[in-house]
Every structure is written in C-alpha cells, then in structure tokens.
C-alpha cells in the first residue's frame, strides 16, 4: 500500500498507545488524589464532549489541509494537555484539553485512508488500520498502568514524549490534494454546512445502518473497558494493572475479528455482519456466570472477535458513503459527533449506575440487554427498508 500509508499506522499506532495509556494513569492520578470512584468514568466524559462540541469545525478543518499536518497539530493539543496535568492541573480538565487534540485528530487519521487509497482496498486497509489501534488498545492500558503504578507523574511524562514521536511521524506523512475544501468560514455556515453532512448520512441507507451501529459498538466498547475493570476486581480480585490485562483480550479478539472481517468480507456485503451484534450482546449477558479468570478470558476473546467481525465492515462502508456524499472529513466528524453522543450517554448510564450502587451483575445484564436489543432493531429495520427497496 506504499510507505505513506505505514507511515500512518506508525503515526496512529503511537498516538493510540498514548491516549489508551493516559486513561489509566489518569486513573491512577485521581487514585492517589482519593478521587470518587464515579470520577472514574467520567473522565471519558470529560474526553469525548469535546467530539460533541467540535463536530461542526474538525470535519472542515480536516478537509482544508493536508490530512498529516492536520494530526501534527492534533498531537501538539495531547503534548499540551498532558504538560498542564504535570503541571498540577486537575486530571478531568487536562484530559478534557487532550480530548480537543483527538476530536480535531479523528477525522484526518481515518479521511486519509479514502485519499490515499481505492474503494476496494479500503476493508483491508481499515483492517490494519483498527488491527494497529486495536494492538494500541492492548499495550496502552498495561503500559500506563504499569508506568503510573508508583508514581502517576512520572507515567503521564512518559506519555507526554510518546506524542511528541507520534506527531514526528506525523509531519512525514505524504501530502494529499486538498479535498471538499470549505467555501465559507463563518458559524453559521459552518453549522448548516454540519447540519447538511449529518442529513444527508442519516438519509442515505447504507449511511444510515453504519452510523447506528458504530455508535452502538464505540458506547458499549467504551462503558465496557469500565465494567471489566469493576467485575474483574469484585469477580477475581484483579488489581487495575492485572484488570487491564483482560481489557487487552478483549482487544486481542478485536484485532482478530477485524483480520477476519478484512479478509472474508466485501465492502458491497457488509451489512451481512449485523448478526454478529446481536451474538456479542448475548455473550456480554454471558459474563455474569464466569467466576474463572481463563473463561473470562476466553469470554471476553470471543466478544471482541465478534465485536472486530462486525465493526471493520461497517466502519468502511460509512466511509466510503461518507467520502461519496461529502467528503472524508465532514463524514468522520459527522461519524465521530454520532458516536460520542453514544459514548456520552451509555457512559453517562454506567456512571449514574456506579453512584447508586448497582451490583456489577445486574449493570451487565442491563448493558447486553440493551446491546441486543439495538443490534436486532437495526438489523430488522435495515432489511425492512431493502425490502422496500427491491422491486416486486
């Protein structure tokens, strides 16, 4: 696919590490702060507002430069952040400063792959693309656990120079044409130009099934990594550094559904994977009669292939219709802005839950319900619509 594109997943695969290991030593910050234990997850809160706020403006931002300059800025918002956490600012704020640099980040990082490459080889390359994430996901909790066990200052500093070489990197990424520049930069244009984008997505069928189910798969996955945390220390005792640990084999099984996926399945075919939605939510069910780590672990490997399975398809697809309809930028911020509202709001459920003490069981027997029951309304909903579609 050409040394551009490696340069990329080098680039990503740095910045992902980064932000999936400041997570956990921000947790291990607000530990040693004697932080409430529902300040936890709201630091993703605090993290994802700013994809909220800032949809109208990362997607032309992103469409009106060079994709890789646009992530050398991004990655310069995450190197600020993390200096005003050592520099004593509360861990909620400086997280919420990194989460400006990722929502700016997003758009770029996944607009490129459709500049830099075909329609046909954009499953394989969103493959790589979650597979390098994905292995992010598995080494950035363990890593940022383990650097902030002693001393949480000194792992956010660590992470402070895994920006500055992602953002290396960053720089040295191809220049690609310009694409679907914005015509105009005032508010107003910008919200309808926003306004336009997330219609016209909404409207399109194949936009449509693919915006639900990735905001469905990016809020269950992000309250999961929080209920694995919680039903690994009640469960089996884990301390958050070995708690991580099943986190990164749930991502594991992430990476290997995503291989599965970028191989076996065509972009034309992708809604097919729906039915994997479904099997994840019942397997989720499933975790509340495990009370052996190796099951657990087993478990939680098999989420995560189904979970790959049906994300990489889907994420494609909506890129490609995306790219089409508007431009790879507005299409990801649109994308970003859907899924963020549903981290938000499950995250949002998961710290009210927390702070009311539901028991970790019933959280997740309310939280596979919930995933099952969404997989097979989109699922039904979409094959209602292609058999109106079809002609008689």
Known sequence: MGKGFFT????????????????????????????????????????????????PF?????????????????????????????????????YAIVGIGAAAYSPAKYGILTEMLPPNQLIMANGWME???????????????????????FGIAIITGLYLLAAYFNY????????????????SFLMKDFWHAFTTLWKDTQGQVSLAVTTLFWGAGATLQFVVLRWADQNF?????????????????????????SIYV???????????????????VGMVFVHNPIVA?????????????????????????GHTLLGAGHSIAVQNFNENIGILLMLGAYTWMVGKN?????????????????MGAIAHLYRKHIQQKSPA
């Open 8 to 55: 990329l997943l080098l680039a990503q695969f740095l910045s992902a590490v980064a932000d999936n290991a400041l997570l956990f030593a921000a947790i291990a910050l607000l530990h040693q702060l004697n932080a409430p234990t529902w300040h936890e997850p709201l630091l993703r809160e605090f993290f994802i507002i700013s994809y909220i706020v800032l949809a």
């Open 58 to 94: 990362v997607g032309p931002f992103a469409d009106a430069l060079p994709k890789g300059k646009v992530m050398f800025l991004s990655n310069g918002i995450k190197f600020f952040g993390c200096v005003l956490a050592l520099m004593g600012v509360p861990p909620l704020y400086a």
């Open 131 to 153: 597979g390098t994430t994905v292995t992010a996901i598995i080494l950035g909790p363990v890593f940022g656990s383990t650097i902030s066990a002693n001393d949480p200052y």
């Open 172 to 187: 040295h990424i191809p220049k690609m044409p310009i694409d679907h520049r914005v015509e105009q930069r005032s508010l």
């Open 237 to 261: 005792g884990f301390n958050q550094t070995d708690a991580t640990k099943l986190i990164g084999v749930l991502a594991v099984g992430i990476a290997v559904g995503s291989v599965i996926a």
């Open 266 to 284: 065509k972009l034309e075919k992708a809604a097919n994977v729906l039915p994997a939605g479904i099997y994840m939510g019942v397997l989720v």
């Open 297 to 321: 672990a087993i478990l939680l490997f098999s989420i995560g292939v189904l979970a790959g399975y049906f994300l990489v398809p889907l994420n494609s697809l909506l890129q490609h219709r």
């Open 358 to 374: 539901f028991e970790i069981d019933h959280i997740i027997i309310i939280f596979g319900l919930f995933v099952i029951l969404t």
